[in-house]
């Protein structure tokens, strides 16, 4: 007998829209069947989703929860609870190795700890590795990976974090040996930091000046630079946070030449520009509430490109990039405020702590932009770019659970997996027209959807005091979420109806490859000639 039935909506797959009139059947937490008719006995549930859309539980890969170097942002509770009310039943996060830490076990016992039995969603954890020392490469990643984390997460900016090019080639060749995907926040440091140099020479310290300390240039180069070390290496590689257009011709250019090269964005880069950062008068730092790295970008222009790239398959995962700091604190945004010894206060966007908060928002920004394939995107001759709603399915949840080693459990409405569910609200799924447009100033263009969402941070579920889309609607959003066959997110019941503890740890397989391929011959080297060092 089924646990759980799931009738009348329209199945989202990463591939396609099945037909109307399938039915999802739950037993023990998975799904048993997807069939027409399906039984239940006097202990089912039964669930109308009423003609909308149902789409697998959100795998948001990107997110710092609870992390050492973020005192004001969320607890894995706070975090994770935000997570579930977005549409997310998995979040990936980050254990964070200490400099002086020559393991990387340590950090990981500790970030265990730190989830523990606090969280509503599963879970797992990226190691970020900020001191690759011998131990690290040769005794750390291999029991780790055979422990479950098949993913390591590199920086080349910010002092307390980056690692030199010598250390990005160690970590590639190890990772690639044992099936780790590695994570790179590319951006050049020495660039970044110079411009901040001579900016705050000549005075320019004020919140919008973030952006101009670090252009696109120096995500660029970063980009560049990851990609031929990951092709040297012949290891597999995904550029967290892309947001420059010429950053993404790079990934385009070495998926082009079949290289293993994946990218990520996230809806503040698709939705926000740089005029967020203009904080209201001169000696005011409300801008910093839009502080992150890489920032936000100027130009409306460049925005669209990222959106043609989600739809033209350049990316392959949209995550929340979660990095919450109170902006009402002194060890939140506020830190931003220095305070001279004759008592006088400035702003210095160089001590802002980087992040903004996203994960309960991330699954409904980008639905918004989403089509049914059968009726094809909103027409209109400058009509911003839309993705397919598989496509959405694709860089939200099932792309996401195959690079990080979880496809066997997430990320698909598919009989053997969990049932991690999301029924959304009814819409107009006949009528391409019917959608609602946000553009970066948030202003809404063509509202012909029955039930916009006004996105204000008083609904929103983590502990932070703002967010950055206050005030932005959207055309719909997860009107049920199921984790593992429960119904844990009612939002018109209830609210939240799972608990602290919930969420199970997820141990990972081997990352899957999702473009590309190993083995490629490096450019410029003879066929074999990487065997003689590699
Ligand atoms: N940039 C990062 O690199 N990490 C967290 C937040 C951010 O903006
Ligand atoms: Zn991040």
């Known amino acids: 007998m089924l646990d759980l039935i799931i009738r009348n909506g329209r199945i989202v797959t990463a591939s396609e829209i099945l037909p109307a009139g399938l039915e999802i059947g739950v037993k023990d937490g998975k799904i048993a069947v997807i069939g027409i008719g399906l039984d239940a006995g006097p202990d089912t549930e039964v669930v109308d989703a009423e003609g909308a859309y149902i789409t697998p539980g959100g795998v948001d890969s990107h997110a710092h929860i609870e992390q050492d170097n973020s005192p004001t942002g969320d607890t894995w509770e706070t975090g994770s609870r935000s997570a579930i009310a977005g549409g997310n039943t998995t979040v990936l996060a980050f254990a964070s190795q200490r400099r002086d830490e020559t393991s990387i076990k340590p950090c990981v016992e500790r970030y265990h700890a730190k989830a523990g039995s606090n969280s509503y969603c599963d879970y797992g954890f990226h190691v970020i590795v900020t001191n690759a020392t011998y131990a690290v490469l040769e005794e750390d990643l291999p029991s780790l990976a055979a422990d479950g984390i098949t993913s390591v997460k590199l920086y080349m900016t910010y002092l307390p974090l980056r690692l030199g090019d010598g250390d990005l080639f160690s970590i590639m060749m190890a990772a690639r040996q044992l099936g780790v995907t590695t994570m790179v926040h590319a951006e050049n440091h020495d660039m970044v930091d110079q411009i901040a140099k001579r900016l705050a020479a000549r005075g320019h310290t004020q919140t919008q000046f973030h952006a101009v300390a670090r252009p696109q240039i120096a995500e660029t180069e970063a980009t560049y630079r990851a990609i031929s070390l990951a092709e040297v290496t012949d290891a597999p590689i995904l550029l967290v946070h892309m947001s420059a257009p010429a950053a993404l011709e790079h990934v385009r250019a070495a998926q082009a030449h079949l290289l293993p090269i994946h990218a990520e964005t996230c809806p503040h880069y698709l939705y926000l520009t740089s005029q967020k950062l203009h904080s209201h008068s001169y000696d005011e730092i409300d801008g910093a509430q839009h502080i992150c790295a890489p920032p936000l970008r100027h130009d409306k222009k460049d925005l669209e490109q990222l959106w043609a790239e989600l739809a033209n398959g350049t990316y392959t995962v949209v995550s929340s990039d979660h990095a919450p700091s109170l902006y009402d604190h002194p060890n939140g945004k506020k830190r931003g405020f220095v305070v001279a010894e004759d008592g006088t206060k400035t702003v210095d966007f160089r ?51 195959q690079l990080y080693g979880l496809a066997h459990k997430k990320g698909s409405l598919q009989p053997g997996l969990d049932a991690d569910i999301v029924i959304w609200y009814p819409e107009a799924t006949k009528s391409g027209s019917s959608s609602t447009v946000l553009t970066p100033s948030s202003s809404t263009e063509s509202v012909a959807s029955p039930s916009p969402f006004l996105i204000t941070n008083s609904m929103l579920h983590h502990c932070i005091d703002y967010t950055p889309f206050e005030g932005m609607s959207v055309r719909n959003w997860p009107r049920y979420v199921f984790l593992r066959g429960r119904r844990v997110w009612d939002r018109d019941n209830g609210g939240v109806l799972g608990q602290p503890g919930d969420g199970e740890y997820l141990p990972r397989t081997k990352s899957r490859i999702l473009t590309g391929q190993l083995g490629r011959t490096v450019t410029g080297m003879a066929y074999g000639e990487r065997k003689a060092w590699a």
């Open 351 to 401: 001590v802002v702590p980087n992040g903004v908060p996203g994960i309960e928002t991330r699954l409904p920004l980008l639905f918004n932009r989403t089509y049914d394939p059968e009726v094809g995107p909103p027409a209109s001759e400058d009509a911003p770019v839309h993705i397919s709603l598989p496509r959405f399915v694709a860089l939200t949840s099932t792309n996401p659970a």
